[in-house]
C-alpha cells in the first residue's frame, strides 16, 4: 500500500557531506510523520531524526543533520554534514502513515541506504 524508496547513500571520508533522500508512494490518506533511523549490525535501530508537528534529532547527531520535510510531495531528507566514522551505518526512511480516514497509524519502512564514513 505505502512504498518508500531510498537514495543517496554513499562513501564518503570523515568531514564529508551527504543527503539522504526518501519518496513515499501508494494508496494512503495522509502522512503523519517522516523519520529517519539507522542501524549498525549487531546494534537496535536507533532514531535519528523527525518530522511530525516538530522536527527532533538524537542527541548524537543535533547540529550535524538536517531533516526536511516536503509534506506536498511526499519527501523527506536528511542533510548529513561534518560526518564522523560513527555515523556509519545503514539509514532508513520511516513514514507513519494513516491508510483510511479516522483509519489507524502504520509504520512503513523503507530499504535501507548504506552510509560509510572513512577516518
Known amino acids: 500500500q505505502v512504498q518508500l524508496v531510498e537514495s543517496g547513500g554513499g562513501l564518503v571520508q570523515a568531514g564529508g557531506s551527504l543527503r539522504l533522500s526518501c519518496a513515499a508512494s501508494g494508496s494512503f490518506f495522509d502522512i503523519n510523520e517522516m523519520n529517519w533511523y539507522r542501524q549498525v549490525p549487531g546494534m537496535q535501530r536507533e532514531l535519528v531524526a523527525t518530522?511530525?508537528?516538530?522536527?527532533n534529532y538524537a542527541d548524537s547527531v543535533r547540529g550535524r543533520f538536517t531533516i526536511s520535510r516536503d509534506k506536498a510531495k511526499n519527501t523527506v531528507a536528511l542533510q548529513m554534514n561534518s560526518l564522523k566514522p560513527e555515523d556509519t551505518a545503514v539509514y532508513y526512511c520511516?513514514?507513519?502513515?494513516?491508510?483510511?480516514?479516522?483509519?489507524?497509524?502504520?509504520?512503513?519502512w523503507g530499504q535501507g541506504t548504506q552510509v560509510t564514513v572513512s577516518s
Open positions: 518530522s511530525g508537528s516538530s522536527t
Open positions: 520511516n513514514a507513519v502513515v494513516r491508510i483510511l480516514y479516522r483509519g489507524n497509524l502504520r509504520n512503513y
